[in-house]
C-alpha cells in the first residue's frame, strides 16, 4: 500500500500529477482544490495517498493533510460514493465545513457535487454523520505524528463517552478542550467534569 509520496512536481494538468520521487514517477489524481494550491513543476511536494484498487485499474489519490485524507475514506466507505465522486465532494469546500453539512444533514450541499445525487447525499448523512466527530482532532498539531496521535486517543475518548450516553453533538463541544498529553483515563475525567458544566 502506498501510504504517501514525497518528490518532485514532474508532470501537472487537469487535476493529474506525476511526482518523482528517486526517479519514480507516480501518478497521482488530486482535486480542484489541491491542484491549486501546490507548487509549479519543479517543485517538491509531500502528500497522503490512497491507492483504489478495481479490477482493470490501479488509481492513487492524493491529499495534503490527514483530515481530507480521512474525510475522502470515510465518504468512499457509503455504498454508491465512488473515488471519484467523494474527490468531488471534497472540491466543495474545506473539510471543516463538509463535515458539518454532514452533520448538520445539509443534502443541498452535498448533492452540489458531481456525481451525488439527492438520494446518495441522504445516504451520507444517515451513514456518517454520528461518526465523523472525532476527525475534529485532526486540526491538532502541526504535523502528522501529533495528529495522528491525538486522534487515537480522543478516539478512545469519544468511545468512552458514547457507551457512557452522551451524543456526538455534545462531545464535539468538548473534545477540543482535552489535554492529550495525559492518560486517558484522566482525559475521559476531564470530559466528563466538561460535560456536566
Given amino acids: 500500500m502506498i501510504a504517501s509520496l514525497a518528490g518532485t512536481i514532474q508532470y501537472k494538468k487537469n487535476n493529474n500529477l506525476i511526482i518523482d520521487v528517486n526517479g519514480v514517477g507516480y501518478s497521482v489524481l488530486v482535486n480542484t482544490i489541491t491542484y491549486n494550491?501546490?507548487?509549479?513543476?519543479?517543485?517538491?511536494?509531500?502528500?497522503?495517498?490512497?491507492?483504489?484498487?478495481?479490477?482493470?485499474?490501479?488509481?492513487?489519490?492524493?491529499?495534503?493533510?490527514?483530515?481530507?485524507?480521512?474525510?475522502f475514506k470515510y465518504l468512499i466507505s457509503?455504498?454508491?460514493?465512488?473515488?471519484?465522486?467523494?474527490?468531488?465532494?471534497?472540491?466543495?469546500?474545506?473539510?471543516?465545513?463538509?463535515?458539518?453539512a454532514v452533520q448538520q444533514e445539509k443534502v443541498?450541499?452535498?448533492n452540489q457535487a458531481s456525481g451525488i445525487g439527492k438520494k446518495t447525499a441522504e445516504r451520507i448523512i444517515l451513514e456518517l454523520?454520528?461518526?465523523?466527530?472525532?476527525?475534529?482532532?485532526?486540526?491538532?498539531?502541526?504535523?502528522?505524528?501529533?495528529?495522528?496521535?491525538?486522534?487515537?486517543m480522543s478516539q478512545d475518548v469519544w468511545d468512552a463517552l458514547e457507551s457512557l450516553g452522551y451524543k456526538p453533538s455534545q462531545i464535539q463541544r468538548i473534545i477540543s478542550e482535552i489535554d492529550y498529553n495525559i492518560e486517558v483515563s484522566e482525559q475521559i475525567r476531564t470530559a466528563l467534569k466538561l460535560l456536566q458544566k
Fill in 37 to 71: 494550491s501546490i507548487g509549479a513543476i519543479g517543485e517538491e511536494l509531500s502528500l497522503v495517498t490512497y491507492l483504489d484498487v478495481k479490477e482493470d485499474s490501479l488509481t492513487l489519490f492524493g491529499f495534503l493533510d490527514m483530515l481530507s485524507f480521512e474525510l
Fill in 129 to 152: 454523520r454520528d461518526k465523523l466527530g472525532h476527525l475534529y482532532t485532526l486540526e491538532m498539531g502541526d504535523n502528522t505524528t501529533v495528529a495522528a496521535k491525538s486522534t487515537q
Fill in 78 to 100: 457509503v455504498n454508491g460514493v465512488g473515488a471519484k465522486s467523494a474527490l468531488a465532494i471534497l472540491d466543495l469546500d474545506q473539510p471543516e465545513a463538509l463535515m458539518q
Fill in 108 to 110: 443541498n450541499i452535498l
